[in-house]
């Protein structure tokens, strides 16, 4: 089974960008969609982003369009947040998760992936 470990978070001021990284190991990462979700305090769980096992397919909450890629590289066991235009709303733990097999219907809930990250704390303040 695949383990995943996040990275990359911080504080930034609203406008920036950051960028998370979520590297795997233990499993060949190619055979795992993988998605970002974020949690912020006195919250549930929410969906931000998915791409399926080679990239070929990426969903977006809409809170994310426009201004997050989501990506990965298999060659690195690494998929990848690029956020920009970041806003305090994007405060936030936001985790990896991972789903051996083919995209699910329900890519957007949480109980769709069975791994996941201990989250990284992504703070957009001024």
């Known amino acids: 089974q695949v383990q995943v470990v996040e990275s990359g978070g911080g504080l930034v001021q609203p406008g920036g960008s950051l960028r998370l990284s979520c590297a795997a190991s233990g499993d060949t990462f190619s055979n795992y969609v993988m998605g970002w979700f974020r949690q912020a305090p006195g919250k549930e769980r929410e969906f931000v982003a998915v791409i399926t096992r080679f990239g070929n397919t990426v969903y977006y909450a809409d809170s994310a369009k426009s201004r997050f890629t989501i990506s990965r590289d298999n060659a690195k066991n690494t998929m990848y947040l690029q956020m920009n235009s970041l806003k305090p709303e994007d405060t936030a733990v936001y985790y990896c998760?991972?789903?051996?097999?083919?995209?699910?219907?329900?890519?957007?809930?949480?109980?769709?992936?069975?791994?996941w990250g201990q989250g990284t704390q992504v703070t957009v303040s001024s």
């Open positions: 998760a991972g789903r051996r097999g083919n995209l699910s219907g329900t890519y957007f809930y949480s109980s769709s992936y069975g791994y």
